[in-house]
C-alpha cells in the first residue's frame, strides 16, 4: 500500500474499510521490482529482472505543437488472471508533483493497458521541463495450492525535454520504402510472382510445434546534436514483435537473450554524435503460434537506451529512443510500418475453381490468372511457393480433400479459422455454400512445395478441391469468433473492489 499512498494519501483506511480482501492480499505481497533511469529514486539494491508478462512503460513522448505530454503501459499474460490493474501517472521533475494520470482494471483477462494524456500548455518553460513517468501494475494469480496471491510491478522512466540533442532517427529495417502500409517477412516462402516484392525473405524456416522461428533483423541509426553518444544501456532496452490484439504472441529480444547482444554491429561516426547498428540475420526468437485465430500483422517496437553526455553539462544522462508502428513522431520517436510475417499455404497439387469454370492447379497458377471465388471472378497478383516438412489433411464426408499448412484459413460453420483451430466436429463450407461434416482432419510428412496465391479487390478466398479457403490476403485479417476466457471464479469480490479502488484513485486525483 506504500506505493499507493502516492495516488490516494488515505489509501489504508480506504482499503481497510472498503476494501478487505484487497488489504490482505496486499499485506501479503513481496517487495515489488523496480525498473527505471531515474538515478536518484532508484533502490540500487533491488535486482531487475523479467517479469511474466512483460510489464512495460511502452510508449512516451512529447508533441510540441499541441503541448501534450503521452504515455503508454500495458501489460499481457499467456494465461487469464483473475484481476489486473495498472495505475500511472505523469511527475514534474522540477517540483514532484503528479500532473496528470489514470488508473484501469480489468478481471478475468490476460492483458491490459493504460494510456495518459497530460496538458502542459500552462508551463511558461516547457523546453526546459523533466518529465518523469511512473506505472505500478497488480495481477492476482492462483498458486499451486489453490490459494489467490498477488503479483506487483513498479518502473519509472524518465524524459528529459530539456535534453533535446537527438537530431535524426532512421529505421532502415524492419520499415520499408515501398508503397503499402506494412513491411512483408516470409518465413519458408518465396515470391514466386509477385506486383510488389516482399522486403525480407527466409525460405527455409517453417513453424515447428506450432511456433514459428523470428528471424528479423533491425538496421537503423540515430545522431545527436551538441553532445555525444558514450554507449548504449543494454539492460534497459528491449526490441519486440508482438500480435496487436494477442499480446502473448511475442517475441521479445531483451535481457540479452541467448547473447544476441553479441553480435549487434555498432558503429560511431562523426566523433560520437552518430551510432549506426545492425542487428544481425540471426537476430532472433520465436513466435507461440498456438491458439492465434487472428491476423498474421504484428507490432514492431523497439526501445534503445542511450547514455550521452551533453556538451555543456559533466553528468551523462539517459535518453530513450522508441522506433515502432505504434509511436508518434517526435525528436526521440521513429514510426515505422507493421509486420505481416506470412506462412501459411496449400499443397501444390491442390485444384482451384477457375473463372471459367475448369480447374487448375495452384502449381500453375500465374499472375493475371482469374480464379472464382465463389463469389464473383478476380485476378491473381501475386503467387508464392514454399516448401512444407508436413502438412493438414482436411477431408470432407463426400470425399473432398485439401491440404494446407496449419496456418493456412478455411471456411467453417464457425466462421474462418486456421488449420490449427479446427477439430473433428468443426463443419467446413463447401463450393455450392452448404456446410459438410470432417471425414477427417490429421497431418502427415509432406516434404514437398505449397503454394499460396493473392487476390485483387475485397473478396480473398478461393474454391480448393471444393472446399472454401482463404488466399494470402484473408491470411492477415482478422479470422475466427473471438475465444470466451473461461471465466475465473472465487475473485469477484476481489475484483468489485479493484474497481473501487481504481474508482477513487481517478475521483481523488482529478484523472480522466
Given at each position: 500500500m506504500k506505493t499507493l499512498k502516492s495516488y490516494l494519501p488515505d489509501v489504508e483506511n480506504f482499503i481497510s474499510s472498503?476494501?478487505?480482501?484487497?488489504?490482505?492480499?496486499?499485506?501479503?505481497?513481496?517487495?515489488?521490482?523496480?525498473?527505471?533511469?531515474?538515478?536518484?529514486?532508484?533502490?540500487?539494491?533491488?535486482?531487475?529482472?523479467?517479469?511474466?508478462?512483460?510489464?512495460?512503460?511502452r510508449n512516451t513522448a512529447y508533441d510540441k505543437n499541441r503541448k501534450t505530454f503521452c504515455a503508454e503501459s500495458a501489460v499481457g499474460f499467456d494465461e487469464a488472471k483473475g484481476v489486473i490493474t495498472i495505475v500511472s501517472d505523469v511527475i514534474d521533475?522540477?517540483?514532484?508533483?503528479?500532473?496528470?494520470?489514470?488508473?484501469?482494471?480489468?478481471?478475468?483477462?490476460?492483458?491490459?493497458?493504460?494510456?495518459?494524456?497530460?496538458?502542459?500548455?500552462?508551463?511558461?518553460?516547457?523546453?526546459?521541463?523533466?518529465?518523469?513517468?511512473?506505472?505500478?501494475?497488480?495481477?492476482?494469480?492462483?498458486?499451486?495450492?489453490?490459494?489467490?496471491?498477488?503479483?506487483?510491478?513498479?518502473?519509472?522512466?524518465?524524459?528529459?525535454?530539456?535534453?533535446?540533442?537527438?537530431?535524426?532517427?532512421?529505421?532502415?529495417?524492419?520499415?520499408?520504402?515501398?508503397l503499402r502500409d506494412a513491411t512483408v517477412v516470409l518465413y519458408g516462402r518465396t515470391a514466386k510472382a509477385n506486383y510488389d516484392d516482399p522486403d525480407k525473405v527466409y525460405p527455409g524456416i517453417q513453424p515447428i510445434n506450432n511456433a514459428l522461428p523470428v528471424y528479423m533483423p533491425f538496421i537503423g541509426s540515430v545522431r545527436v546534436v551538441n553532445a555525444t553518444i558514450v554507449g548504449v544501456k543494454k539492460d534497459e532496452s528491449s526490441v519486440i514483435i508482438e500480435h496487436p490484439v494477442k499480446h502473448t504472441c511475442s517475441a521479445a529480444f531483451a535481457k540479452d537473450k541467448e547473447n544476441n547482444?553479441?553480435?549487434i554491429k555498432w558503429e560511431y561516426f562523426d566523433n560520437k554524435r552518430l551510432l549506426k547498428w545492425v542487428f544481425p540475420e540471426n537476430w532472433k526468437n520465436s513466435l507461440n503460434l498456438q491458439d492465434l485465430t487472428v491476423s498474421s500483422y504484428f507490432d514492431f517496437y523497439a526501445d534503445l537506451c542511450l547514455q550521452v553526455q551533453p556538451d555543456d553539462t559533466n553528468?551523462?544522462?539517459?535518453?530513450?529512443?522508441?522506433?515502432?508502428?505504434?509511436?508518434?513522431?517526435?525528436?526521440?520517436?521513429?514510426?515505422?510500418?507493421?509486420?505481416?510475417?506470412?506462412?501459411?499455404?496449400?499443397?501444390?497439387?491442390?485444384?482451384?475453381?477457375?473463372?471459367?469454370?475448369?480447374?487448375?492447379?495452384?502449381?500453375?497458377?500465374?499472375?493475371?490468372?482469374?480464379?472464382?471465388?465463389?463469389?464473383?471472378?478476380?485476378?491473381?497478383?501475386?503467387?508464392?511457393?514454399?516448401?512444407?516438412?508436413?502438412?493438414?489433411?482436411?477431408?470432407?464426408?463426400?470425399?473432398?480433400?485439401?491440404?494446407?499448412?496449419?496456418?493456412?484459413?478455411?471456411?467453417?460453420?464457425?466462421?474462418?479459422?486456421?488449420?490449427?483451430?479446427?477439430?473433428?466436429?468443426?463443419?467446413?463450407?463447401?463450393?455450392?455454400?452448404?456446410?459438410?461434416s470432417l471425414a477427417g482432419l490429421y497431418s502427415t510428412p509432406y516434404?514437398?512445395?505449397?503454394?499460396?496465391?493473392?487476390?485483387?479487390?475485397?473478396?480473398?478466398?478461393?474454391?480448393?478441391?471444393?472446399?472454401?479457403?482463404?488466399?494470402?490476403?484473408m491470411q492477415n485479417q482478422p479470422i475466427g469468433n473471438p475465444v470466451d476466457v473461461a471465466p475465473i471464479t472465487g475473485q469477484e469480490h476481489l475484483a468489485s473492489e479493484f474497481q473501487q479502488l481504481v474508482d477513487e484513485i481517478n475521483k481523488n486525483n482529478n484523472w480522466k
Open positions: 472498503k476494501c478487505p480482501e484487497l488489504q490482505k492480499l496486499m499485506l501479503e505481497e513481496t517487495v515489488p521490482v523496480l525498473q527505471s533511469n531515474a538515478l536518484e529514486e532508484v533502490n540500487t539494491d533491488e535486482k531487475t529482472v523479467i517479469i511474466a508478462g512483460n510489464p512495460q512503460i521533475r522540477t517540483n514532484g508533483r503528479s500532473i496528470n494520470g489514470h488508473a484501469v482494471t480489468l478481471k478475468n483477462t490476460n492483458s491490459l493497458s493504460c494510456a495518459i494524456n497530460a496538458d502542459l500548455s500552462s508551463y511558461r518553460d516547457i523546453d526546459r521541463f523533466q518529465f518523469l513517468v511512473r506505472t505500478v501494475f497488480y495481477w492476482t494469480e492462483t498458486d499451486k495450492d489453490g490459494k489467490t496471491v498477488m503479483k506487483k510491478h513498479e518502473e519509472r522512466r524518465q524524459y528529459n525535454e530539456g535534453y533535446d540533442i537527438v537530431d535524426n532517427i532512421t529505421v532502415e529495417f524492419p520499415n520499408t520504402l515501398k547482444w553479441e553480435y553528468e551523462p544522462v539517459d535518453i530513450h529512443i522508441y522506433m515502432g508502428n505504434t509511436v508518434g513522431e517526435d525528436h526521440t520517436h521513429c514510426k515505422t510500418k507493421k509486420l505481416i510475417l506470412q506462412w501459411g499455404c496449400l499443397g501444390k497439387d491442390t485444384m482451384l475453381l477457375m473463372a471459367d469454370g475448369t480447374q487448375k492447379k495452384i502449381c500453375d497458377i500465374n499472375r493475371d490468372d482469374l480464379v472464382s471465388t465463389g463469389k464473383g471472378n478476380a485476378k491473381v497478383i501475386a503467387t508464392y511457393c514454399g516448401q512444407e516438412e508436413d502438412i493438414a489433411h482436411i477431408v470432407t464426408e463426400s470425399g473432398k480433400e485439401v491440404l494446407a499448412t496449419v496456418g493456412h484459413p478455411v471456411l467453417t460453420e464457425r466462421g474462418w479459422l486456421r488449420v490449427m483451430d479446427m477439430n473433428a466436429a468443426d463443419k467446413v463450407i463447401v463450393a455450392d455454400g452448404i456446410s459438410e516434404r514437398d512445395s505449397v503454394y499460396n496465391i493473392e487476390l485483387e479487390g475485397d473478396v480473398h478466398q478461393l474454391i480448393a478441391n471444393g472446399i472454401v479457403v482463404g488466399d494470402y490476403g
